[in-house]
């Protein structure tokens, strides 16, 4: 089964102590639909500009990815950049250009509105309601965000988890957005407003999963070198939900096994700058990885 993805397509600067790289491939649409990519085929909603590499394209087009709702128009494509910390977990970010972001009204193709599995990769709460408004009975609906919307957009995002079957935020996020400081109540109150499922990610210490009687953690690969984790939150999300769509299940082991396949494309993601790692991955490796993860937490 198709999933659809919409959210942000970027080009991105970024800097680490050690490499600085512009005009690098971004966005949370891109990360999440290459990640989803490896389990199954995937509809692609976003906006471009006119200076969008054409390299770029063909790499969606490498990994089958449908982008026939991807809307290319005139004016510059939606530019980020930001720099990592020594330590790699903490990034600031340097500017924003929202660019053709501005005016993008995400419209999604007449055959689309059928799709059983949608991702609301991070982009504003209100175009995430608006992709929604035009679906016609999703079987599951996932949702990412981050601060700034917690920040600036709180009522849309709140009436958003009433639309939801999943929520995926940070540990940071979880705690911004309901202000309780212990995770496992924070997430009771989340779940009291709509979601079935909630997944907080706690960036290289793993991701805690909560549903109805529900508990499991997953840690996070024990990667020596991290060299670059931007998108690694997208490549959570879209590898979840992909793995979900290839199986059609949404039960309690789907979910458990569906965060540790999110967890392994992250992993991954993180070895390499922008989409460089996921571009020269088989799915072989992703399942290597995923029985390592087996391996890690069986006693
Ligand atoms: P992550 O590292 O998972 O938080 O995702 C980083 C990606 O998010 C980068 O490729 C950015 O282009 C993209 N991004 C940054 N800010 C925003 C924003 N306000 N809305 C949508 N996408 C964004």
């Not at 290459?34 to 490498?62: K, N, Q, W």
């Not at 530019?79 to 929202?98: D, F, K, Q």
């Not at 995400?106 to 059928?114: G, I, K």
């Not at 979840?240 to 999110?262: E, I, P």
Request: aromatic share 10%; with cysteine; charged share 20%.
């Amino acid at each position: 089964m198709s999933v659809l993805v919409v959210g942000s397509v970027a080009l991105d600067s970024v800097r680490t102590q050690s490499e600085a790289h512009d005009n690098l491939l971004g966005g949370s649409a891109s990360y999440a639909s290459v990640a989803a990519s490896f389990f199954g085929p995937v509809r692609m909603v976003g906006i471009v500009g006119e200076d969008f590499p054409a390299a770029y394209t063909d790499l969606f087009a490498s990994r089958g990815i449908d982008t026939a709702g991807l809307q290319r128009v005139r004016g510059r494509t939606f530019a980020w950049s930001g720099e990592y910390e020594a330590n790699m977990n903490n990034r600031r970010t340097l500017s924003v250009a929202l660019n053709v972001f501005e005016t993008f009204r995400p419209d999604l193709p007449e055959s689309w509105r059928d799709t059983e599995f949608v991702l609301l990769a991070n982009i504003a709460p209100a175009l995430q309601h608006h992709v929604l408004d035009q679906m016609r009975r999703p079987k599951f609906v996932v949702a990412d965000t981050m601060d700034l919307w917690i920040d600036t957009t709180r009522d849309d995002l709140l009436r958003l988890l009433g639309r939801v079957d999943m929520l995926i935020l940070n540990d940071g996020e979880a705690r911004q957005l309901t202000g309780i400081d212990s995770l496992p109540r924070a997430a009771t109150a989340l779940r009291a407003l709509g979601p079935k499922w909630l997944a907080i990610k706690k960036g290289e210490h793993g991701c805690l999963l909560f549903g109805d009687g529900e508990f499991f953690t997953a840690g996070a690969y024990p990667l020596e070198e991290v060299k670059d984790p931007t998108g690694c939150g997208d490549c959570f999300a879209g590898g979840l939900v992909g793995h979900l769509a290839a199986t059609g299940n949404t039960d309690a082991s789907a979910l458990r096994q569906a965060v540790v396949y999110g967890s392994v494309i992250a992993s991954f993601n993180a070895e390499s700058f922008s989409l460089r790692r996921l571009e020269a991955l088989a799915k072989s490796h992703v399942d290597g990885r995923f029985a390592a993860f087996q391996e890690f937490s069986r006693f």
